[in-house]
């Protein structure tokens, strides 16, 4: 029950990003929780992935890290970037590593 | 491919409406407690006890939640104060938005405490701030010693302990001295009472605990800014 909470919290906040860099697209995101954080992992996963199933933000999915204290942080999203010619379409600025707070991923 | 770094609460936005609450009822000195235990665990006994117990002209205001019914908002009006029951309609705890929006309607300058009863659950109220001063978990002798090390979360959070039902314990194998043992493990530094909302015992030492921690946050108030 109440993960399904957080997982809504989750992909509100997914939502958030996603209209913060047009054109991209988010595919993963991840969160840390704290041991005493009073979620559980497992069971936050299957609530996640029964609301992003189906729904306009598939494929989406969760990674879940581990973390200490009562932690409960979204740590980061990944994102496709779109193609060029969307991206122009998109809007030039959209999610180009100079973006605030954007950097490319090292993997 | 990018990844943008986020770092932000998974509970943001219920956090931000907390700080609200937490800022205005700071404004006019409100003493908010949050309430959590296990369904059963005495939380509404326990309250309508103190209800009853508090000095004449005490201003005091209870909000409840449950998932369904008005059962504790009844129980708790009898005794003359304001009441509003909180129905999730599902949700196993209160958030921040559900308390913001019972609220506003009381005129808050008037009152001395707010508590808040949370829906019974040792696991999921832990994680929702509502605005409150402090946490206060009720455990009830019925429920076993080990609780406080199997829902750690909060024990941690909660500055007091109310261990409830105490007039069982000829009749149920419960050591409180293991109970409190276990508790600050979690926290060492959390404050423990023992009670029984029938017979009332403890609650000479609650009221006192209750009464101390209005005048250190009366004191606060008054050297905050929004004071100035
Ligand atoms: N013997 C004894 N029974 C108690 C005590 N406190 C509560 N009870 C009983 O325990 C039961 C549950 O009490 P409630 O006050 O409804 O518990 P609660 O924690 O508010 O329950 P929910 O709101 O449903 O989570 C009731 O039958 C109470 O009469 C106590 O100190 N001693
Ligand atoms: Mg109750």
């Keep these: 029950m109440h993960e399904m909470g957080i997982a809504c919290s989750i992909l509100e906040a997914v939502e958030k990003e996603r209209k913060l860099h047009p054109g991209c697209r988010p595919y993963k995101v991840a969160v840390r929780i704290g041991q005493f954080a009073g979620v559980d992992g497992d069971s936050l996963q299957f609530c996640f992935d029964a609301m992003v199933n189906g729904s306009a933000q598939a494929p989406l999915e969760l990674q879940v890290e581990p973390a200490l204290g009562d932690e409960l942080d979204i740590a980061w999203l990944e994102m496709d970037e779109p193609e060029p010619e969307e991206r122009s379409l998109a809007s030039v600025v959209s999610c180009g590593p100079n973006r605030r707070g954007s950097q490319e991923a090292t993997r | ?228």
């Design chain 2, 1 to 228: 491919m990018i990844q943008v770094p986020i770092e932000r609460k998974v509970l943001s936005e219920n956090d931000r409406v907390a700080a609200v609450i937490r800022s205005r009822l700071e404004a006019i000195g409100t003493l908010t407690l949050n309430f959590i235990g296990s369904p059963g665990a005495g939380k509404t006994a326990f309250l309508e006890r103190t209800l009853q117990m508090l000095p004449p002209g005490t201003k005091a205001a209870v909000l409840t939640g449950d998932i369904q019914t008005e059962n504790d908002a009844i129980r708790l009006a009898r005794h003359g104060f304001p009441v509003q029951q909180i129905t999730t309609g599902g949700a196993c705890h209160l958030d921040a938005r559900m308390v913001d929006s019972h609220l506003w309607e009381w005129r808050f300058e008037e009152f001395d405490y707010l508590f808040i009863e949370n829906v019974g659950n040792l696991v999921c109220p832990t994680s929702y701030d509502l605005g409150e001063d402090g946490k206060i978990v009720v455990l009830s002798v019925a429920e076993g010693e080990d609780k406080p090390m199997k829902y750690p979360g909060i024990f941690r959070k909660a500055e007091l302990m109310i261990l409830n039902k105490v007039d069982l314990l000829p009749y149920v194998p419960f050591q409180p001295v293991l109970a409190c043992e276990y508790a600050r493990n979690i926290k060492p530094e959390i404050d423990i009472i023992e009670t029984s909302s029938l017979t009332g015992a403890g609650f000479g030492d609650w009221m006192a605990w209750l009464d101390r921690r209005r005048i250190t946050k009366h004191n606060l108030c008054l050297n905050s800014p929004a004071f100035a």
